[in-house]
């Protein structure tokens, strides 16, 4: 072989060689970075498996909670409402939960609403008066500036008059004749109470004051005196009852007396009778005598 054969063939060595270094590194990596995300995918998917154990420990962790807010739904409360606080106008009542109180209680307030009556609370009294001047106020509830109040002075036989006050309270003084107002109250433009009021005069006023004590004290009088008449009616019962036998040994002899009298005036009476039935004239007795006598 010639020298110049022998060094083609050891520098087609030496790239062989080469070529074989450069390729075994490139498969190393390649093989490396395939290993690397097998081993995430196994990490990501015990991380899955972990998420998903800790979701099902969750899951029965409030599984009770649940429960219980389902138990909670299916309570029933019953409701009941109580007296309103008006008979007419507009008032107040309680809401009352008769079941399912919060604290176990067998009744529990829950709120306090509006109640409705009927419109009309005909005629009403001041809230204040003296002989100068009268007081007069509009149904109404909190907040008092809720409601609209219009204010009205009755004339018979004529068409009221619209007073400019618009607040819930009027002040009228008295006048020489009586005067009749009325007060509308309205909520949303809708009349939901009315009442009346009548301003009398100062003399009137005055003739109703003094009048008012003489009646009282008449009532007074009657109540009390027919009080002591049923306090001694129950005591004399009482004493009755409880001294039957010396009531029934007073009142024995003077019951019997009577009875008595009343045998011994029959008795008279049956004796008068048979007398009156005797014959006056025995049959024969004249004859017998007049012959005697001669």
């Known amino acids: 072989m010639s020298p110049r054969g022998t060094g083609c063939s050891a520098g087609l060595l030496l790239t062989v060689g080469w070529l074989l270094l450069a390729v075994l590194p490139s498969a190393r990596g390649t093989n490396v970075t395939a290993a690397v ?3 995430g995918l196994a990490h990501e998917g015990e991380g899955e498996e972990e ?4 979701d099902s420990e969750t899951a029965e962790n ?3 909670t649940e429960t219980e807010d ?5 309570v029933v409360k019953e409701v009941e409402f109580g007296m309103c606080t008006v008979t007419c106008g507009i008032g107040v009542r309680e809401v009352i939960l008769t079941n399912g109180c919060p604290t176990g209680e067998s009744k529990c307030v829950v709120r306090v609403e509006e109640c409705r009556g009927p419109t009309d609370c ?5 809230i204040s008066e003296s002989l100068e001047s009268v007081r007069l106020a509009c149904i109404h509830t909190s907040p008092i500036n809720r409601f609209k ?3 009205k002075l009755l004339r018979p036989d004529q068409q009221s008059i619209v007073l400019v006050n618009d607040s819930a309270i009027l002040e009228v003084r008295r006048e020489n004749y009586p005067l009749a107002f009325q007060c509308d109250t309205l909520d949303n433009n809708e009349i939901v109470a009315t009442i009346k009021f009548t301003i ?3 003399s009137e006023l005055q003739m109703r004051r003094s009048g008012l004590p003489v009646t009282d004290a008449a009532l007074i009088f009657v109540l009390t005196v027919g009080v002591i008449i049923c306090v001694f009616i129950i005591f004399l019962l009482i004493f009755i009852i409880v001294n039957w036998a010396a009531v029934k040994a007073f009142w ?6 009577p009875e008595v009298q009343s045998e011994q005036s029959s008795g008279r009476y049956k004796d008068s009778t048979s007398l009156d039935q005797l014959p006056t004239e025995m049959p024969g007795e004249d004859d017998a005598l007049s012959e005697w006598n001669e």
């Open 37 to 39: 995300p097998d081993a």
């Open 51 to 54: 998420t998903e154990n800790n």
């Open 62 to 64: 409030y599984a009770p």
């Open 70 to 74: 389902v138990s909670n739904a299916n």
């Open 122 to 126: 005909g005629w009403g009294k001041p």
């Open 149 to 151: 109040y219009i204010w």
């Open 200 to 202: 009398y005069t100062s």
């Open 252 to 257: 024995g002899p003077k019951a019997s007396t």
